[in-house]
């Protein structure tokens, strides 16, 4: 990507910003990170602090900011339901007056802006697998609808300001990812489970197991949002990204259960209100105009996220797993 000087990436010491941001100075962009550390760890950025590629400022994008870049990638929100539903009217104003905010600076700037949202646009869905052209089922008033509308609200946004303005905008729909730096007590399934397994205690499966998610490897998705901000102006998406190979979660904890050596129980819990029965990305928009696909299969991302968590879990930064 280094058809970009100067790139910032919002929300750059969670778990996807901290990858992208080690992918984009691998290719020798400068990279300026902003986070304002609601749910992202300095851990996920140390190793970055004496890299003169790197500069960070501490910051909340619902705020105005004024630097000088020539793209945008926004990542800033919390991501997992235990986090944003922790703070619900943050989460809907980090998703809006963020993305007026950010969408602000793409204008001043004249660059493009890509917006990281989310499968959850489509809510429970009532097709599978879903396409772009799917306009979701989403309860306005729920406990996820801080995220889901926020994220809606902010796609809104970002077409708005392209048909208004002429803003070169990139909306991508990014389905469950998972691999290492999920942060282990942000309640996601790949990072609970794991951690529950690895400590020997019981795996909480809420509801009967049998709804549905597509896991897809953190390396796969930064690859497709490189190419996607590199795809040019006329390609605006919004696009999903994500595995479309479809599991079960209670396969999914036998899987990890397995994989791990473990002897922990599987107990079941109430399923969440709101809680989508299946989920899986049509991804042939993203294979034609990006020529792209996930590469990593299943077996291999959770084996890395498995070693991953088990040297966190012995190492000095295990007080982030208790
Ligand atoms: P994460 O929680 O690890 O990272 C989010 C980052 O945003 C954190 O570093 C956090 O501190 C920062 N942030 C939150 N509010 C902020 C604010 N007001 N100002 C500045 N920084 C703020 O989550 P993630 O999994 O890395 O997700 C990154 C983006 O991708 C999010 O926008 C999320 O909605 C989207 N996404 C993630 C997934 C997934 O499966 N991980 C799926 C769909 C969409
Ligand atoms: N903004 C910003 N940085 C900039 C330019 C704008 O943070 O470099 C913010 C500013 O808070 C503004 C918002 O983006 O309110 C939207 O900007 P826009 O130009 O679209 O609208 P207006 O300035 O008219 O509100
Ligand atoms: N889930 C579970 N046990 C857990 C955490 C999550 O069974 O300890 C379920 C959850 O109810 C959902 C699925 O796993 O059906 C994925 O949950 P996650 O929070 O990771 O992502 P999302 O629901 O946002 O896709």
Known sequence: M?????????????????????????DGTDVLCVDNFYTGTKPNIYHLANNVHFELIRHDVTFPLYVEVDAIFNLACPAS????QHDPIQTTKTSVHGAINLLGLAKRLKCPILQASTSEVYGDPKVNPQREDYWGNVN?????????????????????????????VKVARIFNTYGPRMHPNDGRVVSNFIVQALKGEPITLFGDGMQTRSFCYVSDLVEAIVRFMAAGPGCHGPMNLGNPVEITIRELAERIVEMTGSQSEIV???????????????????????DWAPAVPLEEGLSKTISYFD????????????
């Open 140 to 168: 306005p008033i729920g406990p996820r609808s801080c995220y889901d509308e926020g994220k809606r609200c902010a796609e809104t946004l970002f077409f708005d300001y392209h048909r208004q303005t002429g803003l070169d």
């Open 2 to 26: 280094s058809i970009n000087k100067q790139v910032l990436v919002t929300g750059g010491a969670g778990f996807i910003g901290s990858h992208l941001i080690d992918r984009l100075i691998a």
């Open 268 to 290: 079941y819990r109430p399923l969440p209100q709101d809680d989508p029965m299946q989920r899986r990305p049509d991804i042939s928009l993203a294979k034609r105009e990006l």
């Open 311 to 322: 040297g966190l879990l012995s190492g000095p930064d295990a007080g982030l797993a208790q």
């Open 81 to 84: 339901p235990v986090h944003y």
